[in-house]
């Protein structure tokens, strides 16, 4: 029972917009509201830090806003500026092949967005990109968040890490640079496998041919 308890934070989100599927204003409101509730009469955790708990949040949901509300401005100005066309221009000229073109768009140029943005940025500029290039939607959603993985761990100037880290007590700048060196490494080597992995669900699920000889080549 506790155990269902611990991981409301999870199932409540997962039933309520992957099963249920509603909206997202509601279903979160109505995961938050389970938390909360759960949180006060099963955990015994106070009112005051419930309330520091909401405050908390909201703050750290502003930052994210502000972020994503530069990574879409600078989104839409790209495509209303017909910028997202020169862009193509300049990866069809590196080359034509689809199987470089997503380690170049979707792996490079996608980590490049998460390091600046994050928060899911990466798979909606490159998404667009990747179609615009001649690549069919599905493949390009699919590629597009397999390839921002490995990057995600430094998203947004490394909020990740820093926020995840903030409140344990004693954490402090060279606290933060040893995790980060340790992710560091780990991130190393499961990207040196992204590429390949990219390739792969290319070729064999939305390849033409559908050839493992195309694969080899890479």
């Keep these: ?3 269902f308890v611990a991981l409301s ?3 409540a989100p997962f039933i309520f917009l992957v099963l ?3 909206p997202a204003k509601k279903g979160m409101l109505y995961s938050a509201l389970i938390v909360i509730g759960l949180a006060y009469f099963v955990w015994g955790v106070g009112e005051r830090v419930i309330a520091a708990s909401i405050l908390e949040g909201a703050h750290k949901t502003l930052t994210i806003l502000f972020i ?3 990574a879409i401005v600078l989104l839409n100005t790209l495509r209303n500026t017909g910028a ?3 862009i193509n221009q300049g990866f069809r000229s590196i080359s034509k092949d689809m199987r470089v073109q997503i380690v170049i768009v979707a792996f490079l140029f ?3 967005i998460e390091g600046a943005a994050g928060f899911g940025t990466p798979a909606a500029v490159t ?3 990747m ?3 001649g690549f069919s939607p599905l493949a390009a959603a699919s590629i597009a968040l397999i390839a921002d993985s490995s990057a995600v761990s430094y998203g947004a100037v490394g909020t990740p890490i820093q926020v995840g880290l903030s409140n344990i007590p004693g954490a402090d700048l060279s606290f933060y640079k040893e995790i980060g060196v340790q992710v560091a490494f780990f991130d190393l080597f499961a990207g040196s496998f992204i590429p390949l992995i990219l390739v792969v669900i290319l070729t064999v699920f939305f390849g033409k041919k559908r050839n493992l000889r195309d694969i080899k080549q890479m």
Excluded: H, K, T, Y
């Design 20 to 22: 249920l599927r509603m």
């Design 68 to 70: 994503l509300f530069g």
């Design 9 to 11: 934070a999870i199932l």
């Design 110 to 112: 996608g980590a490049l």
């Design 84 to 86: 997202v066309d020169r």
């Design 131 to 133: 179609v615009a290039l």
């Design 127 to 129: 998404g667009p990109l």
């Design 1 to 3: 029972m506790i155990l």
